[in-house]
């Protein structure tokens, strides 16, 4: 699976951006797809995660509320909507794919078989 994020950039704090996650190369809906960041001088983070139907979800404590993770799986496409936007939110976004098989192995970078080349995410105070 190849993937390629966009939609990052730079906004206010309390502002509004969609990420978009484009796949192609296999069958997307077999995937489990997740949102991962960095920060510079931080470890990669779990932000959001979206089963293979796009049933279930689950997000990182810090973005609950805000976030929402989405697919198309018709456009072979995951979202991440992200609202009430914080200078700490910060970082370089990360698509990921994988066959995980369990919703508590989605926080879980080494779970993932394929990744994006990531988008910027700046967000000023």
Do not use: H
């Amino acid at each position: 699976v190849q993937l390629q994020a966009s939609g990052g950039g730079l906004v206010q704090a309390g502002g509004s951006l969609r990420l978009s996650c484009a796949a192609s190369g296999r069958t997307f809906s077999n995937y489990v797809m997740g949102w991962f960041r960095q920060a510079p001088g931080k470890e990669r983070e779990f932000v959001a995660g979206i089963n293979s139907n796009g049933v279930s979800t689950a997000y990182t404590d810090s973005v609950k509320g805000r976030f929402t993770i989405s697919r198309d799986n018709a456009k072979n496409t995951v979202y991440l909507q992200m609202n009430t936007l914080k200078p700490e939110d910060t970082a370089l976004y990360y698509c990921a794919a994988g066959t995980l098989r369990y919703s508590s192995t989605w926080y879980d970078d080494a779970q993932y078989d394929y990744w994006g080349q990531g988008t910027q995410v700046t967000v000023s105070s």
